[in-house]
Each structure stands twice: as structure tokens, then as C-alpha cells.
């Protein structure tokens, strides 16, 4: 076992398809995360099925439970605090991963720490650069979520642009879905663009001019269009087109904001992170206005308790534990916390 030197936090992720235990010491160091994905379970119905996902995170939290603080080698004691995600998500999920986190909290007599999944994602950054320091931009982009986050300090946060309708991922999803290309949506699309050597379809750009907001649901119509107009173009520069068009809006919205909050550093996070084509193009344009521009690993922009843990940390300094009467809020906004 490691000598308690450390704040150990044990943290619990279940807001949607990902099962995720990790203990992480000082909000930086992380010592285990382990990530069950249920996409095996969800894939044939074409996307999260909300009663599967939380059965599935009862019956799987415990092994991952288990498994995270013998690969981390702490036992309970030398825990400082149990942390989960109490929102947003959805709700059943939710729920599995807040009551655990209780119950833990109370039969080892420690804190109970509840976490923003949103913030959860911001504080991915600190887990890879500990050194990087706001004000900073992030650019969150997932299945449920598409937002240009104004990182003013930790805790002080400013929602500077969002989607008005389909989140970047749940556009990818969608796409995917109608090509036939199966679920989820990005990581296919993402393969099909790399290894694809043709000229893509050029779509319309959908660039909400001057703001720094989105709009993906026009993009996946104008795939649509396409395709009924010209029933034989190949899936594959299909596939191209629509990601080169959705990397173009969310890389020049995030350098807008970039510009017009005169940051020095900037952030990615969320699962259509994990996108090769935007990771590239992102690194590319900081490094051409001498921003630095952080990409965190693949497994911290996709769900993980890592992110959580650190969050949690931060939050645990900073308010104190959270009361156990606080329970799971699946529509959470960015700066809430119950
Ligand atoms: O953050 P996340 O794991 O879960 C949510 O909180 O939503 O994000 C999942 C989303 C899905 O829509 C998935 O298609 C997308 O992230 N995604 C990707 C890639 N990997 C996952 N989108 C584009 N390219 C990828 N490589
Ligand atoms: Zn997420």
C-alpha cells in the first residue's frame, strides 16, 4: 500500500454509457481510471438506451470499483474524499454513481464530493499540463454538449458560445446512422476520413457569422440533401466532407474566441476530441498565432472518472465537502453544482 502523503480522490463516473472508477492524488497525479464502455450493449439500438445504460452500470460498478483501487494499491482509508458525477446526464445513470458514491462516503467516513460533468471535462487539461494556468479558452465538444467555455480561473467560468441545436457528436452520430456507417458515429467517420484519398464533398459551412456559436443540424440536412441528389456518391467521401466542414466550424469558431479573448492558451475536451482530423487542425492553428494549445489524450476527452477526480480535488478545497442530501441533476448547467 502507498504511504498517505497524498489527497487520494476516489471518483465515480456514470452520467451515460461509460462506467468509470479512478483515484487520482493532488487532483493531478492519477493513479488508476478504469472505463468500462457499454457501446457493445447500446450499438443495435443505434444509440444510449437510458434503462440499459443504468442497469448496466449496477451490475459493472463494483468489479470497476474494485479493479481501480487495486490498480492504484490504496485501500479506503487512505482515501480523502468519494467523489461522483451528479449531473448532467441522464438521470437513472446518474443516480447509480451519486448513491455509490454516498454510500461509500458514509461506511468509510469520508466526504462526499459532488462533480460537474461539464467541469469534469474542463479540468481533463489539468491532468496532462498541471502547469497550464487560466484565463484559457476550452473547447468542449461531445455527444450531449458543443460549447466555447471562457476559463476565467478555475471555478469561474464563462459560456461564450454553444450549439442551437445538435451537439458536434450527436451530429457525427446522426450522419453515421443514415450512411449506414453503425454507432457511435465519430470514431467510424473519423477512420473512414483518414484512410480516404479522394476528393470529399464540399457542404456548407453553417458559420453562424460573427458569433461563437454553432449550428450542426443543417450540416447533417445538407449530407442528406446530397445524398438524395446523387445516390451514388461513395460513403467515404461523404463521410470526408462532412467532417472536414464540421472541423472547419469548430476550429475557426474556438480560434475566434481565442482572438477576441486574447488568451495565450487553449483547450480541447469532450469525446469528438478524440476527432484526428480536429486534433491536427486545432494544434495547427495555435501553434500559427503562438497559442499554446493543449490536446489531451484520447482517454481523458472521452467519459473517464480521471477528469472527475481532478475536478473534484478543486471542488473540495474550495467549497468543502458536498451535503448528502444533494442528489443527481440531469439537466446541470456549467457553474452549478446541484
Ligand atoms: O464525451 P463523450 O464520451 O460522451 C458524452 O458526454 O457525450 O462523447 C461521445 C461522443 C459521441 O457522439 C461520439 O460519436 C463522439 O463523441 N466521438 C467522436 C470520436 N470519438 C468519439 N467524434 C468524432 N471523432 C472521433 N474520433
Ligand atoms: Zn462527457
Not at 460549447?147 to 450522419?175: L, M, N, P, Q
Not at 476527432?275 to 482517454?299: H, K, M, T, W
Not at 472518472?305 to 439537466?331: Q, S, V
Amino acid at each position: 500500500m502507498r504511504p498517505v502523503t497524498r489527497n487520494l480522490i476516489l471518483a465515480i463516473e456514470t452520467s451515460c454509457d461509460e462506467t468509470s472508477v479512478a483515484v487520482v492524488a493532488d487532483g493531478t497525479e492519477m493513479l488508476s481510471n478504469v472505463v468500462s464502455s457499454q457501446i457493445d450493449l447500446h450499438a443495435r439500438f443505434g444509440g444510449v438506451v437510458p434503462e440499459i445504460a443504468s442497469r448496466s452500470h449496477l451490475e459493472t460498478l463494483e468489479p470497476v470499483l474494485e479493479q481501480a483501487l487495486e490498480e492504484a494499491e490504496v485501500s479506503p482509508t487512505d482515501l480523502a474524499a468519494v467523489a461522483a458525477t451528479n449531473g448532467p446526464g441522464l438521470n437513472g445513470a446518474l443516480l447509480v454513481g451519486v448513491t455509490a458514491a454516498k454510500t461509500l462516503a458514509l461506511a468509510w467516513n469520508k466526504p462526499y464530493v459532488g462533480v460537474n460533468h461539464l467541469e469534469g471535462h474542463l479540468f481533463a487539461a489539468f491532468l496532462e499540463r498541471p502547469d497550464i494556468e487560466p484565463p484559457l479558452i476550452t473547447m468542449l465538444v461531445s455527444g450531449g454538449h458543443t460549447s466555447i467555455v471562457h476559463v476565467r480561473a478555475r471555478g469561474d467560468y464563462d459560456v461564450v458560445g454553444s450549439t442551437i441545436d445538435d451537439a458536434a457528436g450527436e451530429a457525427f452520430d446522426k450522419v453515421a446512422r443514415y450512411l449506414g456507417l453503425g454507432y457511435p458515429g465519430g470514431p467510424v467517420i473519423d477512420r473512414i476520413a483518414e484512410n480516404f484519398e479522394g476528393e470529399p464533398i464540399h457542404f456548407p459551412r453553417g458559420m453562424m457569422d460573427g458569433t461563437l456559436d454553432f449550428s450542426f443540424s443543417g450540416m447533417k440536412t445538407a449530407v442528406i440533401n446530397y445524398v438524395r441528389k446523387h445516390p451514388d456518391t461513395p460513403n467515404d467521401a461523404l463521410a470526408a466532407g462532412f467532417q472536414e466542414a464540421v472541423v472547419d466550424v469548430l476550429v475557426s469558431k474556438c480560434m475566434l474566441a481565442v482572438d477576441r479573448f486574447g488568451v495565450a492558451t487553449a483547450c480541447l475536451g469532450g469525446g469528438v476530441a478524440a476527432n484526428s482530423a480536429l486534433r491536427q487542425r486545432f494544434a495547427a492553428e495555435c501553434d500559427a498565432r503562438g497559442v499554446d494549445g493543449l490536446v489531451p489524450a484520447r482517454q481523458f476527452c472521452t467519459d473517464n472518472a480521471a477528469m472527475i477526480a481532478a475536478a473534484a480535488d478543486w471542488r473540495l478545497r474550495a467549497d468543502g465537502p458536498t451535503p448528502l442530501d444533494t442528489g443527481a441533476t440531469p439537466n446541470l448547467r456549467l457553474g452549478s453544482r446541484a
